[in-house]
């Protein structure tokens, strides 16, 4: 199983879709980290409740001894933060939100964030886009996986990420899509983590979905336990 300890900082936990368990795995990281120098894990959009320390709240369940946690936008509906900010009548600052990823921290720094890689925060602006647009360029495309994709340099200046997917039916083909719409935007992967116990896959399913998704993906791809 991957080293959580190596995993480099400042690092965003994505998933290929709602209910993966990103949070799950944050707290995993930030708990793992926390054990050799303080964590700040941040939350840049958060929907479905109604203040930070709502006990349903991402940072209420990432939150414990040495890390710091932090949401910014809050949202009451459990939608797409573009669906839930219409119903209360909201326009969401995206570049003031984008500073407040990028304000200084103490130790570690870990993000996560909301709903699968393409969710809507505002109109025509999705949620790869917005945070892809104010990282760091990207590099020059280089043709070549199993899948068809356009891998780039291993570092290509972004901050780097961990893709959460689920254990069983339907991963190989939401995981291979979303790792390949980050490599196409330049993100470097650090691993692609199954998550069975999100969708209570059994353990040798999801062991045989990550052999076939290592055959397409030049990626690490580990189950978690």
């Given at each position: 199983?991957?080293d ?10 994505l998933?290929?879709?709602t209910?993966?368990?990103k949070t ?5 990281i ?6 050799w120098?303080?964590v ?20 209420t ?18 939608l ?13 600052d ?5 500073v ?6 103490e130790?570690r ?7 699968g ?11 790869l886009a917005?945070a ?8 020059p ?6 899948s ?20 069983g039916?339907?991963t ?7 790792a ?6 330049g993100w470097?992967?650090?691993?692609v983590l199954?998550?069975?116990?999100a969708d209570?896959t ?10 076939l ?5 030049p ?6 336990d």
């Amino acid at each position: 199983m991957l080293d959580l300890t190596t995993l480099p900082s400042p690092l965003w936990v994505l998933g290929t879709g709602t209910s993966v368990g990103k949070t799950h795995v944050a707290g995993r990281i930030a708990r793992a980290w926390a054990a050799w120098s303080p964590v700040t894990y941040r939350k840049p959009f958060q929907t479905g409740v109604d203040r930070p320390d709502h006990p349903e709240a991402d940072a209420t369940a990432v939150a414990g001894s040495g890390i710091t946690a932090e949401c910014h936008v809050l949202l009451r509906a459990p939608l797409s933060p573009l669906a839930a900010a219409r119903r209360e009548d909201r326009t969401l600052d995206l570049d003031a939100t984008a500073v407040w990823c990028q304000r200084p921290a103490e130790g570690r720094v870990l993000l996560e964030g909301v709903g699968g890689l393409m969710v809507p925060l505002a109109p025509r602006i999705h949620f790869l886009a917005w945070a892809s647009g104010w990282a760091a360029p990207a590099t020059p495309a280089v043709p070549g996986s199993a899948s068809g994709a356009c891998l780039r340099p291993a570092d290509a200046g972004r901050i780097p990420c961990v893709l959460v997917a689920l254990g069983g039916l339907g991963t190989l083909n939401h995981t291979l899509l979303s790792a390949e719409a980050l490599m196409m935007r330049g993100w470097r992967i650090e691993a692609v983590l199954l998550n069975p116990g999100a969708d209570g896959t059994d353990p040798a399913t999801a062991g045989e979905n990550a052999a076939l998704l290592r055959e397409f993906l030049p990626l690490r791809v580990e189950v978690l336990d």
